[in-house]
């Protein structure tokens, strides 16, 4: 089970990155997917998720309108996408993908607490320059 996350990098405030994860190991197919960030000294928070069908989004306040999230479920791997634009020096952080831990959730609630995923990738940097 593995979760990769890429993409990260120094950008000047009002620019853009892609943040790519790749999910392989088990069937993440069937998982919502999301992704989460951690600022310096703070506590890590949720940023977006997309339902394991790819049809559903959900986003946190401070990213709606900027932030898009996506995904591919190829056979035996997910890829899960971020597209940050208007970034912000605020957006400044680690950001890590996460897998959800209801298989094919058919609910209209989204899962946004550390606690209701439960496979993780390594995280990586983002650092918005302003």
């Known amino acids: 089970v593995q979760l990769q996350a890429s993409g990260g990098g120094l950008v000047q405030a009002g620019g853009s990155l892609r943040l790519s994860c790749t999910a392989s190991?088990?069937?993440?197919?069937?998982?919502?997917m999301a992704w989460f960030r951690q600022a310096p000294g703070k506590e890590r928070e949720f940023v977006a998720a997309?339902?394991?069908?790819?049809?559903?989004?959900?986003?946190a306040d401070y990213v709606k309108g900027r932030f898009t999230i996506s995904r591919v479920n190829a056979k035996n791997t997910v890829y899960v996408y971020l597209q940050m634009n208007s970034l912000k020096p605020e957006d400044t952080a680690v950001y890590y993908c996460?897998?959800?831990?209801?298989?094919?959730?058919?609910?209209?609630?989204?899962?946004?607490?550390?606690?209701?995923?439960?496979?993780w990738g390594q995280g990586t940097l983002v650092t918005v320059s302003s």
């Open positions: 996460a897998a959800g831990l209801r298989p094919y959730y058919s609910g209209t609630y989204y899962y946004t607490k550390e606690s209701d995923f439960g496979s």
């Open positions: 997309i339902r394991w069908g790819g049809g559903n989004t959900y986003y």
């Open positions: 190991g088990r069937t993440f197919s069937s998982s919502d």
